[in-house]
């Protein structure tokens, strides 16, 4: 008998587990007719910078222009992740940059908008394609100067 009653107190544990921390995460809510942006329970204001494409590719970065932002008076910065950061190479990954910043934002007090390249930028991977790359770009190349 009371082993029936653990999966129902289990259930019961982890679904008010999942609503504090979802209750928690930035959402819009209708409020006397206008939306609202709520962070943190509070009605929030995004005062926000852009990074350019290749702004947010070192740590030192990070520490040079984040506080930058900071004194500004921004609350919020929109940076760019390209997937070599993150993977640069096939099958080893990477967070230390990307994890860098966001604790320089931390410290600022600022809110980091992450714009993630998914694949790569501007560009081919550089082993997306592994051995017929250069293949497949003097075949992407032929195809563009035939269009032209």
């Given amino acids: 008998m009371a082993h029936s009653c653990i999966p129902l107190a289990l259930g019961l544990v982890f679904s008010q587990l999942g609503t504090t921390l ?3 995460l930035p959402h819009f809510r209708a409020e006397n007719g206008v939306q609202q942006f709520v962070v943190h329970g509070k009605p929030f204001l995004i005062l926000g910078g ?24 921004l609350n919020t910065v929109l940076m760019p992740v390209a997937w070599e ?29 992450l714009l993630w390249f998914g694949s790569w930028k501007n560009a081919f991977s550089e082993y ?9 770009l003097s075949t992407c190349a032929g195809s563009k100067r035939d269009a032209a």
């Fill in 22 to 24: 979802t209750s928690d």
């Fill in 128 to 136: 997306a394609l592994g051995e017929d790359r250069h293949k497949a």
């Fill in 85 to 113: 950061q993150t993977e640069p190479t096939e099958g080893q990954f990477n967070f230390s940059i990307l994890d860098h910043w966001i604790d320089v934002a931390r410290q600022q007090n600022l809110h980091l908008v």
């Fill in 50 to 73: 852009e990074l350019g494409n290749s702004s947010a590719g070192t740590a030192t970065q990070a520490d040079l222009i984040l506080p930058d932002m900071a004194r500004m008076h």
